[in-house]
């Protein structure tokens, strides 16, 4: 059974009933959103890393505990937050996206050293994947939660203010200035 | 309150935007990550496989148990019954009152209930027992014993069973059975989150042998008790990084001492010296070429060990090493 158009929720089910091979689409699925999301919060390879495999051994583990009424995203991003802010507050150094000089001087080297990346487009991917970093790291921690739950899990607002049992106005708020200051600071390069 | 920023509603340029640079983004989880993930679901699905099939011998089990106890007790009866009827005549005959008294309940029990009343109740007395009636249901009583056997996990759950299997009746033990699948899960979930890297057990405080190694190990500065003599000189060598002494590392280091030697737990000398957190020892250490990922018996690495010992300068240093 091939896992072209089956459901996250019908796969994780298929998982929970002992189909280990439903796990491998379902992770491949979902695994450069969740590590984007762990990475783009706590600002640090290593420790999204850390986090991408204790998020995914969770979901393992708890996949026959998930009932499906709630979406499998919505669940997994759960997961991935309560992971995250676990982690912040056992290491207590959280490291902001604008220190880290070392994490973003490797991004860009990777960039302008890819193969088909001629030198104007290098600079501009640079430019771009700089900037989106920076931007990020300017927003408040709230903020940049919010917007890459929304981004890159595809949440509702109604999810995402249920996930960081937030009021739904807040959400909103909270969302709505991310995306302004971002707006603002990617504005030359749109 | 004119400056309230646009709705989401409208036209995502920023989600395009963001959308954008992230394609670009190389970054992506390391494939030891994948590995791992992906091995892990695998192992789990092969674990509930084998628990799912010792519940279904539980199952079966229980099945077998009640089959057994209802006819076990009818019959433990109905053989009291019918040697009560064989026996009490004997007796009456024997006193053979010479009136035509009827004999009574308290002449006739008091000298049965030995023999016949007491193994009733007692179900597991009556495995014992010879009698016809209850042959039948004993003969799957010892098949019972055997598959306990030879279903028992492996499991540190499995006392509760065992406890109200032999004391209790049957119903009582198929219920506490139904519970231990759950408590042995979650055994395996913690082996498994052990096993398996976690990071943050590792760094958790008191749990993870990173963290025992560093809340054991005095700060930089208190007297350091040597993990080993130094019997030979990758032991000298590690003990003069675990000690903070420059002047000895570079003098074994330019003895061609292995730097990456390691000693009965994994641990190099840049291990040692980022537990003791003597951060010139470590960045001595790397300049000298030091493999900043060599991770320990455990599987903890330098820079995992260096952030639950909450060391930034060498957090730092071995991340300028590439460590991961």
């Given at each position: 059974?091939?896992d ?14 002992g189909?280990?091979a439903?796990?491998?689409p379902?992770?491949?699925r979902?695994?450069?959103?969740v590590?984007?999301?762990l990475e ?18 969770a979901?393992?583990r708890?996949?026959?505990r ?52 001629g ?37 509702s ?5 249920a ?28 | ?13 920023v989600?395009?935007q ?5 394609a ?24 509930r ?26 019959g ?31 002449g ?94 590792r ?46 590392l ?9 730097i ?24 001595v ?40």
């Amino acid at each position: 059974m091939t896992d072209a158009g089956e459901s996250d929720e019908a796969l994780i089910g298929r998982y929970a009933r002992g189909d280990a091979a439903a796990f491998v689409p379902l992770y491949r699925r979902h695994e450069m959103r969740v590590w984007r999301y762990l990475e783009r919060n706590v600002g640090n390879r290593a420790t999204a890393d850390e986090l991408m495999q204790e998020v995914w051994f969770a979901v393992a583990r708890d996949a026959v505990r998930y009932e499906p009424t709630s979406r499998f995203t919505t669940w997994l991003f759960t997961i991935a937050r309560n992971r995250m802010i676990d982690s912040i507050r056992t290491s207590r150094q959280q490291v902001s996206l604008e220190t880290l000089g070392y994490e973003a001087e490797l991004v860009v080297q990777q960039l302008t050293t890819a193969p088909n990346a001629g030198p104007l487009a290098a600079v501009v991917v640079r430019d771009q994947a700089a900037a989106l970093a920076q931007a990020l790291g300017q927003l408040p921690r709230e903020q940049r939660d919010a917007f890459l739950l929304q981004i890159e899990g595809d949440l509702s607002v109604e999810e995402i203010a249920a996930i960081t049992q937030s009021s739904f106005e807040t959400t909103k708020s909270r969302l709505r200035y991310a995306r302004a200051k971002l707006r603002e600071l990617l504005s030359e390069y749109a | 309150m004119s400056k309230v920023p646009p709705s989401q509603d409208q036209p995502d340029d920023v989600g395009d935007q963001y959308r954008r640079a992230s394609a670009l983004d190389p970054s992506r989880p390391s494939e030891a990550v994948r590995r791992a993930v992906l091995a892990h679901a695998a192992q789990l699905v092969a674990k509930r496989a084998t628990r799912d099939e010792g519940s279904m011998t539980k199952s079966t089990r229980r099945a077998v148990n009640q089959a057994w106890w209802r006819p076990a007790i009818l019959g433990t009866l109905a053989a009291a019954a019918l040697a009560g009827l064989v026996v009490a005549p004997r007796f009456l005959a024997l006193r053979s009152p010479p009136a035509a008294a009827t004999p009574s309940a308290e002449g006739s029990v008091p000298n049965a209930t030995p023999a016949l009343v007491a193994p009733a109740p007692d179900t597991r007395t009556d495995e014992r027992a010879a009698s016809a009636p209850a042959v039948g249901p004993e003969s799957t009583a010892k098949p019972r014993a055997s598959t306990r056997s030879a279903d028992m996990p492996t499991g540190g759950a499995r006392p509760k069973v065992n406890a109200p299997e032999s004391d209790g009746p049957a119903p009582v033990v198929a219920e506490t059975a139904s519970v231990v699948p759950r408590d042995r899960g979650e055994a395996q979930s913690t082996d498994a989150r052990v096993a398996g890297l976690e990071a943050r057990q590792r760094r958790a405080p008191g749990n993870t042998s990173a963290t025992t190694a560093i809340t054991a190990a005095p700060r930089p500065g208190t007297a350091v008790t040597p993990t080993e003599a130094p019997v030979d000189p990758a032991a000298a060598f590690r003990r003069a990084a675990e000690m903070g002494d420059l002047s000895g590392l570079k003098a074994l280091l330019e003895k061609q001492a292995d730097i990456d030697s390691r000693d009965a737990v994994g641990r190099t000398a840049l291990m040692l010296a980022t537990l003791q957190g003597q951060t010139n020892a470590v960045a001595v250490l790397l300049e000298y070429g030091a493999d900043p990922n060599a991770a320990d018996a455990d599987g903890t690495t330098p820079l995992r060990a260096a952030r639950a010992g909450d060391h930034p300068a060498i957090v730092a240093a071995l991340q300028r090493y590439g460590a991961r």
